[in-house]
C-alpha cells in the first residue's frame, strides 16, 4: 500500500513543476528570435522578456491552484 505524500514531498514537486514551467516558458521567445537572425540585444531582450512572462504565468498557476489546496494556505 502506498503511503500518502507529506508535505515536504508535495511542496518539492510543486516546486519542481514550477521551475519547469518557467524554464519552458522563459526558453521559448529567444529560442523562437533565433530562427529571425537577431542581433544580441534583441535576443537578450527576447530572454528578459520570455523571463517576465514565465514568472507571470508561474505565479497565475500558483494562484489557481491555490483556489483547490486546503484554505489555509490559500493566497489572497
Given at each position: ?7 515536504e ?7 519542481k ?36 512572462l ?23
Amino acid at each position: 500500500m502506498v503511503e500518502p505524500m507529506s508535505r515536504e514531498e508535495r511542496d518539492a514537486g510543486n516546486r519542481k513543476v514550477k521551475i519547469g514551467f518557467l524554464l519552458l516558458v522563459a526558453v521559448s521567445p529567444p529560442l523562437i528570435a533565433m530562427l529571425g537572425d537577431p542581433t544580441p540585444a534583441q535576443l537578450a531582450i527576447a530572454a528578459v522578456g520570455g523571463l517576465l512572462l514565465g514568472l507571470l504565468v508561474v505565479w497565475y498557476l500558483s494562484r489557481l491552484a491555490a483556489e483547490f489546496t486546503d484554505g489555509s494556505r490559500r493566497l489572497r
